[in-house]
């Protein structure tokens, strides 16, 4: 199979189903946003080989479940209305996310300030991830009858990909800027 087929030459795409649209429409760049996300969480990923801390295995085992179902909400904001949804987010997707939240964050320490995104190369990129997958929410509201697990589901991950940064950063010994603090 090759992997050009020409067919999007003229600016259109296929939605699943085979429905062609514009690759300027909403829900293209939704799914093409999520695709985006999921490959920044993979770059994120990538920088911590060579890397060692505890739960470092855990952390590489959540995000290849949340980069499955990143790939999950793409193909429902692929699927035209009316038409069924072959792969679904679920209510258990989020609360991995939650748990996640919750048990990472239980070890950092207690925001005063605005923190200023960077850190590690991983902790940067997953922070880099998270404004992703915000833009990737903004564009999915957008769509009407989007399923309201999407949007739940891009909403947590952009918490757990904050969380994230921070917990590696602070795994790997990198120090937090906050906002107006001087070097």
């Not at 801390?53 to 980069?67: A, C, N, S």
Request: proline letters at 3%; glycine letters at 8%; charged letters at 30%.
């Amino acid at each position: 199979m090759k992997i050009y087929t020409k067919t999007g030459d003229k600016g259109t795409t296929s939605l699943i189903y085979g429905e062609r649209v514009s690759k300027g429409d909403m829900r293209v760049e939704a799914y093409g946003t999520c695709d985006e996300a999921n490959s920044m969480i993979g770059l994120a990923l990538s920088y911590l080989k060579g890397e060692f801390f505890e739960g470092k295995k855990e952390l590489e085992d959540t995000y290849h479940k949340i980069q499955t179902a990143l790939f999950h909400v793409g193909a429902e904001l692929a699927t035209p209305p009316g038409k069924e949804v072959k792969w679904k987010v679920s209510e258990g997707d989020i609360k991995i996310m939650e748990n996640k939240i919750d048990e990472w964050d239980a070890e950092l320490p207690q925001l005063a300030n605005f923190i200023l995104p960077g850190g590690n190369p991983a902790g940067a990129a997953f922070h880099s991830a998270r404004t992703i997958v915000r833009r990737a929410e903004r564009e999915a509201v957008r769509i009407e009858g989007v399923n309201s697990l999407v949007l739940s589901y891009l909403n947590r991950l952009s918490d757990l990909l904050f969380v994230t940064a921070r917990y590696v950063n602070l795994q790997l010994g990198e120090n937090e800027k906050n906002l107006h603090e001087e070097d």
